[in-house]
């Protein structure tokens, strides 16, 4: 399990019987918030009290693999040249609580000593002085530390950091390259190992064809029966679903061996492949594995990430593309889909597995999964490379039914209303230079994308 180090402030001056009584504290809140907190264990650390104690553990919290971010707290004062060097050296995101171990004042019994030990007010101003002088970006969270909003921003920040942490040892494979002249899809895959962490590398798709070749007909019944328990058979081709269904099981072995947890393919590139892979992209997006069409790296890395992010909380999150939309004047709507690839967590019903010509690409007649999207308040994000730096763009949409039916549409597709109406919405998001491909979300909300945004530095724009 990923770790949160949970770090108390003091300092000698008080002596034996306050350090201690700081130490009791600290340790029945963190053992508190580590019940109420999931997705991350809550760890005490002992106090600290001088600059090589500050140094010293947050050169641990760095080195630790499985620390996700710290926790700072000052029960009592702290002078803040000893958090210097410490937080010089601190790699991990940072969320500075700033709380009090009591809730209420003791009016009747308040004395210097009360004062003493429990002045956060004073400490976490001291220590919140030079997070800013030396430029951390930091989450702050003032509160008591039971009440549930501080809580449910302490668990927010164990998921951006969670999801951080995942970015950061992220690998991305791209099958094929950016597809060809498309401008927005492209980027800095240097920058972006620099900034997020991302690894990403191009693969020969034949080393993915030697991979499908080897897949047995044992392997393709045994999966086909796997996705027979979500999905329903509405073709009578079923040789070109078994042909995806090796795509699944080749796909499978690649990450494995790769340690890939997010992919690009390309129409354009797919020499030996029959078909271009729709349900197996489908397939893997519904395992959390980010996928990017025509080569947009940015956006499969992007979707892992808030996959990482989403663990854990109700709703949806994955690739979708802004296709087409209903004008019908107040009530425009979006219809977002793409050629094949549409995750089936968008799903409002069981999805089919259908088989239809693709007009672009010259290949044979792929399978996919064709459903009807679900609804819910949701956003769509998008990252965009401005060549001096990466813009996330995050609008808030309003997932809707379709009005009708739509019987000849071969791809899965999923409706939302643009907010906070069609013009300002689309406007905005055309001005910022929003891409057409984005990772849509039902699960997360623009609060945790601001979080992420804040904790890696990078520029955002919100819509809604
Ligand atoms: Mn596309």
């Not at 009440?147 to 668990?155: P, S, Y």
């Not at 034949?206 to 328990?229: I, M, N, P, R, S």
């Not at 081709?237 to 947890?261: H, P, R, T, W």
Request: with cysteine; net charge negative.
């Amino acid at each position: 399990m990923k770790k949160l180090y949970f770090i108390t402030g003091s300092q000698d001056l008080y002596g034996e019987e306050t350090l201690k009584q700081v130490a009791t504290d600290s340790k029945e809140m963190v053992s508190f918030l580590d019940k109420e907190i999931n997705k991350v264990e809550i760890v005490w650390k002992p106090t600290v009290r001088s600059s090589v104690e500050a140094e010293d553990v947050l050169i641990e919290a760095s080195a630790d693999k499985d620390c996700v971010g710290v926790i700072t707290w000052m029960h009592t004062f702290s002078p803040a040249k000893m958090w210097i060097k410490g937080l010089q050296v601190l790699t991990k995101p940072l969320l500075h609580l700033h709380t009090q171990y009591n809730r209420a004042l003791p009016y009747k019994s308040i004395d210097m000593d009360f004062m003493n030990l429990n002045q956060s007010a004073h400490g976490d101003r001291e220590f919140g002085f030079i997070c800013t002088r030396l430029g951390i970006n930091r989450e702050v969270v003032a509160g008591y530390y039971k009440n549930e909003g501080v809580l449910r921003r302490i668990q927010r920040f164990a998921d951006v950091a969670c999801a951080m942490n995942y970015s950061h040892n992220l690998k991305v494979a791209m099958f094929g390259n950016n597809m060809r002249d498309v401008a927005v899809t492209d980027g800095d895959r240097v920058e972006s190992e620099i900034r997020f962490g991302w690894n990403v590398n191009y693969y020969g798709i034949g080393d993915f064809v030697a991979l499908v070749d080897a897949v047995t007909d044992v392997e393709v019944e045994e999966k086909l029966k796997e996705l027979l328990l979500k999905y329903e058979m509405a073709t009578e081709n079923l040789a070109a679903v078994k042909e995806q269904v090796k795509y699944i099981i080749a796909f499978e072995k690649f990450f494995a061996a790769n340690d890939i947890g997010a992919f690009t393919d390309t129409f354009e590139d797919l020499h030996g492949l029959k078909q271009l892979p729709g349900l197996a992209s489908q397939e893997m997006m519904s395992k959390g594995i980010g996928f990017g069409p025509e080569g947009d790296y940015k956006t499969s890395a992007l979707m892992a990430v808030l996959c990482k992010m989403a663990e854990g909380r109700d709703g949806a999150t994955a690739f979708l593309e802004d296709y087409t939309y209903d004008l019908t004047e107040g009530e425009e709507l979006e219809l977002a889909s793409h050629m094949l690839e549409v995750s089936p967590v968008f799903a409002a019903s069981k999805p089919e597995i259908q088989v239809h010509p693709l007009g672009i690409g010259g290949k044979a007649d792929p399978a996919r999964l064709v459903f009807d999207g679900i609804q819910g308040k949701g956003i769509a994000v998008s990252m965009i490379d401005m060549g001096t730096h990466f813009r996330l763009i995050c609008a808030d949409i309003e997932l809707t039914k379709q009005p009708e039916e739509m019987p000849k549409l071969p791809v899965a597709r999923v409706m939302w209303k643009i907010l906070p109406d069609f013009a300002e919405g689309a406007e905005r998001w055309i001005y910022a230079g929003g891409a057409h491909h984005a990772v849509v979300s039902t699960a997360l909300t623009k609060e945790d994308i601001a979080l992420f945004a804040k904790l890696t530095d990078t520029e955002v724009v919100f819509i809604g």
